[in-house]
């Protein structure tokens, strides 16, 4: 049986905003696109090629300087 809670945690508003704030933290924006990033699959030699292209000064359909 677990220890019963004590000090801060012996109070329930705490614990309420404790948890709130938690909750907050995992859904935000950044959280959120990690995320998605994590589950992507790996890019393939052709996709970073062309994204090297596009990441590149002047790359992509842009005309050279």
Known sequence: MPAPYTGKLADPEFRRQRAARASAAAHTLDVYIKRVVDR?????????ERLAVLLNPGGGNAPAA
């Open 40 to 48: 992507a699959p790996e890019l393939t030699a052709a996709q970073r």
